[in-house]
């Protein structure tokens, strides 16, 4: 029973909320305003005691000639939020990456990309230049979000494995290869990344 009367009541709420988005639609106003002319003609004598044919005819021709309902776009993020975003993620990979065991190889290339990182997160204008960059912000966020924990947890659950059946390439000499590509890739970011020079102060007024 009491399963039955939640039901009821949910149901009761979406048929309320449909009529009320009815009652505020483009076409119940343009058919409202058609209908109250219809009134106005029956009063004026306009179709005799058909009056409420004419008003109701004229109600759902304008509800017929109305606009459609635009939907609104749905609201994303811009690119300077998204590197909020994205340095709260990376505050996240940090964490994990401290618990993480590479050999020194790898573990220098993951120093360094995550340095990297960091260089082109932190508030200047190196930041400044990649929130103005959607797609550069995209490009770091799948790399700290996805391919670094990715390629990571990879080599920590194929290491013990590959040693049982050897041949091909190392989990480590993959992790290093790996790790290289992504720091080609921030550096291509913001076209040299964070060890490129900052733009020239603006010249001097002449007085």
């Given amino acids: 029973m009491a399963t039955n009367r939640a039901a009821g009541a949910a149901a009761g709420k979406a048929l309320g909320a449909r009529f009320v988005t009815y009652l505020e639609s483009k076409k119940n106003l343009a058919g409202s305003a058609c209908g109250v002319a219809g009134?106005?003609?029956?009063?004026?004598?306009?179709?005799?005691?058909?009056?409420?044919?004419?008003?109701?005819?004229?109600?759902?021709?304008?509800a017929l000639?109305?606009?459609?309902?635009?939907?609104?776009p749905p609201l994303y993020p811009d690119a300077a939020e998204q590197?909020?975003?994205?340095?709260?993620?990376?505050?996240?990979?940090?964490?994990?990456?401290?618990?993480?065991?590479?050999?020194?190889?790898?573990?220098?290339?993951?120093?360094?990309?995550?340095?990297l990182y960091a260089a082109l997160l932190d508030p200047g204008w190196v930041a400044d230049a990649l929130a103005a960059d959607p797609e550069a912000v995209?490009?770091?966020?799948?790399?700290?979000?996805?391919?670094?924990?990715?390629?990571?947890?990879?080599y920590n659950r194929t290491r013990w494995w590959t040693r049982l059946t050897p041949g091909g390439e190392s989990p480590e000499r993959h992790l290093e290869r790996q790790l290289s590509v992504l720091y080609g890739e921030a550096e291509r970011?913001?076209?040299g990344g964070a060890g490129a020079a900052p733009p020239p102060p603006p010249p001097p007024h002449p007085h």
């Fill in 39 to 62: 009134l106005g003609l029956g009063l004026a004598g306009v179709g005799g005691s058909y009056w409420p044919v004419v008003v109701a005819g004229l109600y759902g021709a304008g």
């Fill in 65 to 72: 000639i109305a606009p459609p309902e635009t939907v609104a």
């Fill in 83 to 115: 590197l909020g975003l994205v340095r709260e993620d990376f505050g996240r990979l940090r964490e994990y990456l401290a618990e993480v065991e590479l050999p020194p190889a790898a573990g220098g290339k993951l120093a360094e990309l995550v340095e």
């Fill in 138 to 154: 995209h490009s770091l966020s799948r790399a700290i979000r996805l391919d670094v924990p990715e390629c990571v947890d990879t």
């Fill in 189 to 191: 970011v913001t076209g």
